[in-house]
DNA sequence: GCAAATGTACGATGATCGTCGTATAATCAT
DNA sequence: ATGATTATACGACGATCATCGTACATTTGC
């Protein structure tokens, strides 16, 4: 079983911004990018179920906003930083910061 | 019928990235950012039923992403750039020069 | 007053979404 | 081998979504 990664080029506005419109989604990307190491899909606090879970990660991954690789049992996310900076210059800044200062503005 | 509009302090980032992954709407908010004088709801360049397109410019006023101000039978649409830029910096601009530089790979 | 124009309201429909539970597969540690 | 861990697969559920057509309301112009 290989995981579908959208290529660099085919990554598509709409669906980065839908992957990213999901609260339990944005907190996934929130983590991987305060802490870039590959991370298992464990290794969030996100309050949904394991299917739940391995539902919003293939979200992202198909958007193109997240890379998995299996390692063993465990799947590795890892932000593709590099290749949306490429495709959408300040995209992926102004939204983490974004999220940032609404938390930041909640609390 | 006075129009729901959220306050500038209520804008949510989900709603906002919801509002603008649809391609429909992306193209709205695109027209309404090229061209910033108040616009009816007809003077989109959009495929869609009127039916469709109330509904999409329900969705982006609810979202906070535009303002309704009714004129006659017309209503004009504006963007609401300045809460956008004072909630979420960078956010608007970022995805407008994303959905610009999308097109222009497409095209 | 009457017709045209602008846009909403109100269903309806098929698709997608977010969520879950249970069952299953694969690996790791003992 | 056994058991624990990690995560998926599958099916299901209610909710929301994007779309449409038809009917209606309001204003504008003649």
Redesign the pocket.
Known sequence: ?SLYHPAADEIELPAVL??L?????LRIVRKLNADPEP?????FDV?????????????LREAGVIE?H????????LLRRADLDRRFPGLLDAVLESAATETAAAV
């Not at 419109?21 to 989604?25: A, F, I, K």
């Open positions: 079983m839908h992957a419109s999901d609260p339990q989604r991370r298992p899909c464990g290794g309050k949904v179920s394991k299917s739940t879970c391995t539902h919003h990660f293939r979200v998995q299996q390692l063993g049992t465990a799947r590795l996310n």
